[in-house]
């Protein structure tokens, strides 16, 4: 079992920045595709970034590329999202996501290929 625990978030300006943290514990995930999602009020958890086990790919969502940077420390067994140039439409509870099994490429984006998840953080960007 692995348990995921986000913290970073909270409340911003328009054009400001926040880093979210993912620490993982239980087991070591150096060995797990970890990535991000996020979930407005009355909307679909969506897809944000992700970060693939052994090839380090990574991947984003259009709305974030070139704002958002995930990454991840395995001496820390962290994950983090750097997120710059935040917009209203940020806004959403974030959630880290992990998950050990052989996934396809084309299956990252998709929150059904993670087994453990976060309990979220609220990220809010006023304007």
């Known amino acids: 079992q692995v348990q995921l625990v986000e913290s970073g978030g909270g409340l911003v300006q328009s054009g400001g920045s926040l880093r979210l943290s993912c620490a993982a514990s239980?087991?070591?995930?150096?060995?797990?595709?970890m990535g991000w999602f996020r979930q407005a009020p009355g909307k679909e958890r969506e897809f944000v970034a992700a970060i693939r086990r052994l090839s380090g790919y990574i991947y984003y969502a259009d709305s974030v590329k070139g704002r958002f940077t995930i990454s991840r420390d395995y001496a820390k067994n962290t994950a983090y999202l750097q997120m710059n140039s935040l917009k209203p439409e940020d806004t959403a509870v974030y959630y880290c996501a992990a998950s050990g099994r052989d996934i396809a490429y084309a299956a990252t984006r998709d929150p059904r290929s993670y087994d453990y998840w976060g309990q979220g953080t609220q990220v809010t960007v006023s304007s």
């Open positions: 239980g087991r070591t995930t150096s060995n797990y595709h």
